[in-house]
């Protein structure tokens, strides 16, 4: 019988609570979304399975609380995880100021080699917007990271964003390995432009 997958990675997504990060993920797994908002109690996971560069990456996505209360739980997954997306939403301007002390987190609680994806939410709200797409891009910029504006309500990027995720850690584990975990040169400047996001499409 055929395997069912070729490779399985484990992805993780973190930023302040009701930026969207639940329905980002239901958004991926399910096609659906739904605008009730039930705050996640501790962490939860889904799976998707995509094809990127003709194998079968089998996604196992874990979902965390956004609430403080629930940092100690959550911060005990980082290490497991091969990707880290951290997100915040464009119309609040404090979730994006955040995003430095959720670097952070990750700096203390991930190991070092992690991909990291920068996702600014909610970008179907235009006329209630706070975050400059510059203000991200610059950030994303700054920690060599790839940047993407998405909408979980209407469908906007959200596949581009994880299969651009699982392409870097299915072609940083195909031989590329930097060994310490820092990135190599040319791969520094990553933003989610439209080129980007085209080259990262489902197959
Ligand atoms: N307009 C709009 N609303 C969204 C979008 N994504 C999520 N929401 C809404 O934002 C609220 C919070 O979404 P969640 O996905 O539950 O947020 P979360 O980040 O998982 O929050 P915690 O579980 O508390 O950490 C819900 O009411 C959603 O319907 C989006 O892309 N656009
Ligand atoms: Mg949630």
Redesign the pocket.
């Known amino acids: 019988m055929a395997k069912a997958y070729d490779h399985l990675f484990k992805l993780l997504?973190i930023?302040?609570?009701?930026?969207?990060?639940?329905?980002?993920i239901?958004r991926f797994a399910e096609d659906s979304?739904?605008?009730?908002?039930?705050?996640?109690i501790g962490i939860d996971f889904k799976i998707r399975t995509v094809d990127i560069e003709g194998k079968k990456i089998k996604l196992q996505v874990w979902?965390?609380?956004?609430?403080e209360r629930f940092k100690t739980i959550t911060t005990a997954y980082y290490r497991g995880a091969m990707g880290i997306i951290l997100?915040y939403?464009i119309t609040d301007e404090k979730s994006f100021e955040n995003i430095q002390n959720w670097m952070k987190s990750i700096k203390e609680n991930a190991s070092a080699g992690v991909e990291r994806l920068l996702l600014g939410?909610?970008?179907?709200?235009e006329a209630k917007r706070k975050v400059r797409k510059e203000q991200a891009t610059k950030l994303a910029q700054e920690h060599g990271i790839r940047f993407f504006e998405?909408?979980?309500?209407?469908s906007?990027n959200v596949d581009e964003a994880f299969s651009c995720l699982a392409r870097d850690i299915l072609l940083k584990s195909g031989g590329r390995r930097s060994g310490n975990g820092s990135k190599t040169p040319g791969t520094q400047l990553k933003t989610g432009d439209k080129r980007n996001a085209s080259k990262c499409s489902l197959g």
């Open positions: 997504l930023g302040d609570s009701g930026v969207g990060k639940t329905c980002l239901i979304f739904n605008s009730t908002y039930i705050s996640t979902d965390t609380a956004g609430q997100v939403d939410n909610k970008c179907d709200m998405t909408s979980a309500k209407s906007v």
